[in-house]
């Protein structure tokens, strides 16, 4: 085979995690050095089909990871074929108001609930 004949390597896609200490990796500045899920999510796919990129960041909310443009800086990492998994606070309680930023929406995990964040 010649190398002319190769085809150009792809790049893998990317899974881009956003959350918080839940997902982070050694805690994610949260001074816990706890292991979040995302830190064994490279364990279930081989390293040549997904990269994992971990953005992660303890303490944080979906309001402050907004508030600190962090989804603005993952979203200029974002390639086609990426996929961007979140998730924030199932480990916290809230309530449902509209001007709090931590909505907990209780339950098993196949309901839906609606806030408004102000």
């Not at 085979?1 to 190769?6: D, H």
């Not at 997902?23 to 364990?43: D, I, K, P, Q, R």
């Not at 709090?100 to 408004?116: I, K, Q, S, Y």
Request: hydrophobic content about 25%; some cysteine; glycine content about 16%.
């Amino acid at each position: 085979m010649s190398p002319t004949s190769l085809s150009p390597s792809v790049a893998p896609p990317t899974i881009h995690l956003c959350g918080d200490s839940t997902m982070a990796a050694n805690g994610g500045g949260s001074g816990t050095g706890t292991e979040g899920w995302g830190e064994f999510l490279s364990y279930s796919f081989p390293r040549s089909t997904y990269t994992i990129a971990n953005h992660a960041i303890g303490g944080r909310s979906t309001l402050s990871y907004t508030r600190e443009d962090r989804f603005c800086d993952v979203s200029t990492q974002v390639e086609d074929g990426d996929w961007i998994a979140i998730g924030y606070g199932h480990n916290d309680g809230g309530s449902l108001s509209d001007d709090n930023g931590r909505t907990d929406c209780f339950g098993e995990g196949g309901e839906t609930c609606d806030t408004v964040y102000k």
